[in-house]
């Protein structure tokens, strides 16, 4: 088991660098796999695995290829038709959007993370893109080869590895389910309608699921591997700009732009605040004890701050004072036991409040499998938040 973690270092970069394929779909995709963890280094498996919704994947594949769309930065990739404008994400991208500017990527961000009712050509974009990944990436990329299918494979393995890093399952098919037969039965999308981004995660059904201590090793590196992501997908992005350094410039501040942190008023620290209100009798903050009498009176502050844990998630984000933010900054605070009691006290509350309000779990858990909540008691609940807490934060001291 020591080795493994070697293992997982070595298969991403044999990956990255010896593939016979190689194409932005790849990159995007790791990437996207290592935002997830990155997003949620301290989740909880589920008989043995972790499952990453295949709708998030197409989430973060619009906010990487947006920035690269508008303004005219679109670089010609080479193809066995020659070379086109473009990928055919950027070109849904376009359709859909018309004409943009990069900065909007972190608007894009916050409307779909803040609760915002998606339009059905919204959805059918996303649902478009999922398509496209489970098309070609998720079909063509590979460590190994396959006798029978030389660039198909049933499990993602490492190089001369038994060690498997993802696969697929979808709740369509009964048990046990190879990879490809997965992947095929996820290609379809039953209903485009108007709904949120949760309540969209929430109706899927397809999933890469990899292992409790793939996925443990992974949380170790999650920033030095999609750094290193990011890095050959520049490399390539070089090639191929010919020396447009313009156009290369660009698509790297499109790629910082889609981990900006937000706006302290984006639609979902509005909609926070307002269930604050409706949960506790008074709000005070969570560091000193200020009395938060009025809406702008209360501050939304990540503890684990947004540079280390990007994801607005209920028990990482407390009302605070105008100065105990400023001061606080992107500082990672002490849990001494005052404060760990603060907030023990303040994930119950919302707890108690899921329990009864279900339609707000999915958005301010991050997409937590609700499961979390069943069986158990409130205190066991919110012990189990305060222990991820703690864990995530030995990973920065």
């Not at 760990?340 to 707890?351: A, T």
């Not at 499998?369 to 222990?387: D, F």
């Amino acid at each position: 088991m020591a080795d493994i973690h070697v293992e997982i270092i070595r298969g991403f970069e044999y990956v990255l660098t010896n593939e016979r394929t190689t194409s932005t779909y790849k990159y995007a995709l790791l990437c996207a796999i290592m935002d997830y963890v990155i997003e949620n280094p301290g989740e909880l498996p589920r008989n043995g695995f972790h499952y990453i919704p295949i709708i998030y994947l197409a989430k973060r594949f619009l906010l990487y290829y947006y920035p690269t769309t508008f303004p005219d930065i679109i670089i010609q990739w080479k193809t066995r038709k020659g070379a086109r404008p473009g990928t055919k994400i950027q070109n849904l991208i376009q359709n859909y959007f018309k004409m943009g500017e990069q900065e909007l990527v972190t608007s894009i961000r916050d409307h779909i993370d803040g609760g915002s009712t998606l339009d059905k050509g919204f959805i059918k974009l996303l649902t478009d893109i999922r398509y496209i990944i489970l098309d070609k990436p998720l079909q063509y990329i590979k460590a190994t080869r396959n006798e029978d299918h030389p660039r198909k494979f049933k499990n993602y393995r490492f190089k001369e590895s038994k060690f498997t890093l993802f696969g697929m399952i979808t709740t369509t098919l009964s048990l046990p389910q190879d990879y490809e037969s997965a992947r095929k039965a996820a290609m379809s999308w039953s209903e485009i309608k108007e709904m949120t981004y949760a309540e969209l995660e929430s109706t899927e059904f397809a999933y890469l699921t990899i292992g409790a201590y793939t996925y443990r090793e992974l949380t170790k590196y999650r920033y030095f591997l999609r750094d290193a992501i990011q890095k050959y997908w520049i490399d390539l992005t070089e090639k191929y700009a010919k020396g447009n350094y313009q156009k290369l410039d660009r698509f790297i501040y499109g790629l910082r732009k889609v981990e900006e942190t937000p706006t302290r008023d984006s639609q979902f620290i509005k909609t926070f605040k307002t269930k604050l209100k409706d949960i506790f009798d008074s709000i005070t903050c969570i560091y000193c004890d200020t009395p938060l009498s009025t809406m702008s009176k209360i501050h939304i502050d990540h503890f684990i701050p947004w540079s280390k844990l990007p994801s607005n998630k209920f028990w990482n984000l407390f009302p605070v004072c105008n100065s105990c933010n400023s001061s606080k900054g992107s500082r990672l605070l002490e849990l001494d036991f005052a404060l760990s009691e603060k907030i023990r006290r303040h994930i119950l509350s919302w707890i108690n409040f899921f329990q009864s309000n279900t339609a707000y779990w999915h958005m301010f858990s991050g997409g937590e499998n609700m499961e979390i909540l069943k069986n158990q008691s409130l205190e066991t609940i919110s012990e189990i938040y305060i222990e991820r807490i703690k864990e995530i934060m030995e990973q920065f001291l």
